[in-house]
């Protein structure tokens, strides 16, 4: 079965410092992987999507930026954070566009 | 007018009643729809998606779809203690990725 990994669990950082979220994936070659954010109260935001290595969609103007250096991991970065990049971070897998999401466990980030 | 609109809630029902969600759509085209349970604090897990006009049944959950009003609900029968969650609609609209569209959910309180 599919799997995702996500850490860290819960993150606090500075403004400005810079931010490293990673995700792996087992049980499944080639998907379609997501970063999703949800602020608090809010709903779910699409961020970035990814259909293989090397290619990244994305759907808001932010300072965030996402990697695909492999097939099964998909990093989500910033050099700088701002305080309202704060939220609960979350990876997620289709295995197409019919199917719904599995998602990872998510990171808490807290901007301070 | 919000593409996935739901009532944010709290619906609060007794134990043992019929819990009944709601979610309305925009885009006409509209192809999936999803229902996803997050329990505070966690991340969302899917528990239902309905493709087709009619009901869809798994154990004690129910999705009803209606193309023609666009209208997805989902039935929740002998409703438990830990059914109380934040139930997310998503649905899936036209394009080349198929983007999903989450509603910002409503959220569940049964009562002992």
């Known amino acids: 079965s599919q799997t995702i990994h996500q850490w860290p669990a819960t993150l606090v950082q500075p403004v400005g410092s810079p931010l490293s979220l990673e995700c792996t994936v087992e049980g499944t070659s080639n998907p379609n992987l997501y970063w999703y954010r949800q602020a608090a109260g809010r709903g779910l935001q699409l961020l970035f999507y990814?259909?293989?290595?090397?290619?990244i969609s994305s759907e808001v103007p932010q300072n965030l930026s996402a990697s695909r250096p492999q097939d099964r991991q998909f990093i989500l970065s910033s050099k700088k954070l701002l305080l309202s990049d704060s939220g609960f971070y979350l990876c997620?897998?289709?295995?197409?566009?019919?199917?719904?999401?599995?998602f990872g466990s998510g990171t808490r980030l807290t901007v301070v | 007018q919000k593409e996935v609109e739901q009532n944010s809630g709290p619906l609060s029902v007794p134990e043992g009643a019929i819990a009944s969600l709601n979610c309305t759509y925009s885009d006409r085209g509209s192809q999936s729809f999803f229902w996803y349970r997050q329990y505070s604090g966690k991340s969302p897990e899917l528990i239902m998606s309905i493709y087709s006009n009619g009901d869809k049944e798994d154990g004690r959950f129910t999705a009803q779809l209606n193309k023609a009003s666009q209208y997805v609900s989902l039935l929740i029968r002998d409703s438990q203690p830990s059914d109380s969650a934040t139930y997310l609609c998503a649905v899936t609209g036209r394009g080349g990725y198929q983007k999903v569209t989450f509603g910002t959910g409503t959220k569940l309180q049964v009562i002992p």
């Open positions: 990814s259909v293989g290595i090397g290619q």
């Open positions: 997620a897998l289709r295995q197409g566009a019919n199917y719904g999401y599995t």
